[in-house]
């Protein structure tokens, strides 16, 4: 599925590649972010941008699946839309990010007006990523949110766990090579 929606096997292997590296140094495991990805490629978000936004969104998640889940829906939303409305605006707020307030803190518009160009559909795609951007960034207050999370027991726990997952795969890869042929 990851193959069709990545644009072909060679970039589904990259994008998988560095999905897995990112679980095996954060408290994320690979299933999870599998699940995100797929979700944002599935609503159009463009394969060279997932994995900036899945590194932003681990940052904005705090370490929570559930979290990034719901973030990576949400995003996938936003931009098949290509803006922010105010049921997407409540499920980022439900998640622990709001990006009209980073938005409002770093450019000085004010909420009023933000909320304004929301309700009026004039609050795109773009600028909710920059205000990730902003967030995640250093200075932001979400800036190494995952990698802070990661050092945790449970981010450790989680670390190993799919470094043994990784392994168990690699192990079971012959195995799987051998039956195919004769599954078939």
Same mark, same amino acid.
């Given at each position: 599925?990851?193959?069709?929606?990545?644009? #072909?096997? @060679?970039?589904? *292997? %990259?994008?998988? %590649?560095?999905? =897995?590296?990112?679980? /095996? $140094?954060?408290?994320?495991?690979?299933?999870?972010?599998?699940?995100?990805?797929?979700?944002?490629? $599935?609503?159009?978000?463009? *394969? @060279?941008?997932?994995?900036?936004?899945?590194?932003?969104?681990?940052?904005?998640?705090? #370490? $929570? /699946?559930?979290?990034?889940?719901?973030?990576?829906?949400?995003?996938?939303?936003?931009?098949?839309?290509?803006?922010?409305? #105010?049921? @997407?605006?409540?499920?980022?707020?439900?998640?622990?990010?709001?990006?009209?307030?980073?938005?409002?803190? =770093?450019?000085?518009? $004010?909420?009023?007006?933000?909320?304004?160009?929301?309700?009026?559909?004039?609050?795109?795609? @773009?600028?909710?990523?920059?205000?990730?951007?902003?967030?995640?960034?250093?200075?932001?207050?979400?800036?190494?949110?995952?990698?802070?999370? #990661?050092?945790?027991? /449970? %981010?450790?726990?989680?670390?190993?766990?799919?470094?043994?997952?990784?392994?168990?795969?690699?192990?079971?890869?012959?195995?799987?090579?051998?039956?195919?042929?004769?599954?078939?």
């Amino acid at each position: 599925q990851l193959n069709v929606l990545a644009g #072909g096997a @060679d970039k589904a *292997q %990259g994008l998988l %590649g560095e999905l =897995k590296a990112m679980g /095996s $140094s954060s408290s994320y495991e690979f299933p999870a972010l599998a699940e995100g990805a797929k979700t944002m490629l $599935s609503f159009g978000v463009a *394969q @060279d941008q997932v994995m900036p936004i899945m590194r932003q969104l681990g940052d904005l998640a705090g #370490g $929570s /699946s559930e979290k990034m889940a719901s973030l990576g829906l949400v995003m996938g939303q936003i931009s098949s839309m290509g803006r922010l409305t #105010g049921g @997407d605006l409540l499920q980022l707020i439900n998640a622990g990010f709001n990006p009209l307030v980073t938005l409002s803190e =770093k450019t000085g518009e $004010s909420m009023e007006s933000l909320r304004k160009r929301m309700e009026d559909g004039a609050l795109g795609f @773009d600028e909710v990523r920059q205000a990730m951007t902003i967030a995640t960034s250093e200075g932001g207050k979400f800036f190494g949110m995952m990698e802070a999370q #990661g050092k945790t027991t /449970s %981010g450790l726990l989680s670390t190993l766990q799919d470094n043994v997952n990784e392994v168990f795969a690699a192990l079971g890869q012959p195995i799987n090579d051998a039956l195919k042929p004769v599954l078939e």
